[in-house]
T-cell receptor, first 114, second 113 residues
Framework: DTEVTQTPKHLVMGMTNKKSLKCEQHMGHRAMYWYKQKAKKPPELMFVYSYEKLSINESVPSRFSPECPNSSLLNLHLHALQPEDSALYLC?????????????FGPGTRLTVL | GQQLNQSPQSMFIQEGEDVSMNCTSSSIFNTWLWYKQEPGEGPVLLIALYKAGELTSNGRLTAQFGITRKDSFLNISASIPSDVGIYFCAGRSNTGANSKLTFGKGITLSVRP
């Protein structure tokens, strides 16, 4: 299995809602990443988990809360988002942060905040 | 911070033509990656380069790691309509648990049938 899967594919939420994005990989990778991507822009790194511990937080607002329940799963909990948070949220994984650099991306969750 | 420069922002070619894209930086990178992203999808890794001067092919795609370690190029030969997408270069300059990829701004490729 060489895939990174993400659910849901699309999500519409109000500014007072709480929702979660989910990411799963079964490649035995030990590093997982959340990126935010605006239209026609490159992905922007948000968080890195290495061996299930948060190793990088790129000064992301606290309304985004990551969680890594185990080495295969990565969640992003969303609360009190703003319309400008609307974007494609990408999950990626790699063998291990600092090991081979190839990151494999999931298809993304298209988030719209009303 | 580190930046990767990709230009032009958009390229328009005729089906069957070859196209070359490059990615430059003022900083040294020790790994270069090329990704393609189609609408509504995540980026897909095309080629990874690890050594200065390395030339690697993947089907109709060829990429090279510049000998100065400050640039890389991607060449697509005999383009077809499904080559349409955004091509991002990405580089990594260090290793360790806090290593990150730096992405270029991407080049949107259009192929006219």
């Amino acid at each position: 299995d060489t895939e990174v899967t993400q659910t849901p594919k699309h999500l519409v939420m109000g500014m007072t809602n709480k929702k979660s994005l989910k990411c799963e990989q079964h490649m035995g990778h030990r590093a997982m990443y959340w990126y935010k991507q605006k239209a026609k822009k490159p992905p922007e790194l948000m968080f890195v988990y290495s061996y299930e511990k948060l190793s990088i937080n790129e000064s992301v607002p606290s309304r985004f809360s990551p969680e890594c329940p185990n080495s295969s799963l990565l969640n992003l909990h969303l609360h009190a988002l703003q319309p400008e948070d609307s974007a494609l949220y990408l999950c990626a994984s790699s063998q291990g942060a600092g090991l081979t650099p190839e990151q494999f991306f999931g298809p993304g969750t298209r988030l719209t905040v009303l | 911070g580190q930046q990767l420069n990709q230009s032009p922002q958009s390229m328009f070619i005729q089906e069957g033509e070859d196209v070359s894209m490059n990615c430059t930086s003022s900083s040294i990178f020790n790994t270069w990656l090329w990704y393609k992203q189609e609408p509504g999808e995540g980026p897909v890794l095309l080629i990874a380069l690890y050594k200065a001067g390395e030339l690697t092919s993947n089907g109709r795609l060829t990429a090279q790691f510049g000998i100065t370690r400050k640039d890389s190029f991607l060449n697509i030969s005999a383009s077809i309509p499904s080559d349409v997408g955004i091509y991002f270069c990405a580089g990594r300059s260090n290793t360790g648990a806090n290593s990150k990829l730096t992405f270029g701004k991407g080049i949107t490729l259009s192929v006219r049938p």
